[in-house]
């Protein structure tokens, strides 16, 4: 990897862990999840994710409604009622500081996206993070793609032929 990769990395990598904590913060989480990174994805400005997630016709904004719809499905299941947020005002507190922290499903999908993005010399991209989620069997992300009839094999696919990894 060369330097200009490897600067190009971090400054992706930054941007994704901090939208993906303001992801979690939004939800009222406390630390991010898989569905959390995905959505961080979606916004990088290289397109990726979005592009990926375009192929099996599936828009950004239908993916946030799957994931808060499986996230109160899963606490209806335990007899815990959510109150919808609109806006995603609430449940946001100040902004993290210090090393970034997220569920160890999360760690894994970041571990497998940056081990991905190595396989050619282009770094880090969005796809990647959502070629890592196309992993996960249980959990809100996979229940959010498969509420919206995604083929995860297939998304994967689409995933792989935007990051360029064949």
Request: aromatic share 2%; charged share 25%.
């Amino acid at each position: 990897m060369g330097l200009v990769t490897a600067v190009r990395d971090m400054r992706t990598i930054k941007r994704l862990l901090t939208a993906a904590e303001a992801e979690a913060r939004r939800d009222g989480a406390e630390t991010p999840g898989p569905e959390h990174l995905l959505l961080a994805a979606t916004t990088l400005p290289d397109g990726t994710a979005a592009r990926a997630l375009e192929r099996v016709g599936v828009d950004p904004q239908r993916l946030r409604a799957a994931i808060e719809e499986a996230h109160e499905g899963a606490l209806a299941a335990m007899g815990i009622e959510v109150e919808r947020r609109s806006g995603g005002a609430a449940g946001l507190q100040s902004p993290a500081t210090g090393a970034f922290r997220s569920t160890p499903q999360a760690q894994q999908v970041f571990q497998e996206a940056v081990a991905l993005s190595r396989t050619n010399s282009s770094g880090l991209k969005g796809a990647h993070v959502v070629a890592a989620v196309c992993d996960l069997e249980h959990g809100t992300a996979a229940r959010a793609l498969e509420a919206l009839g995604v083929d995860p094999d297939r998304l994967r696919k689409a995933a792989r032929a935007e990051a360029g990894v064949s």
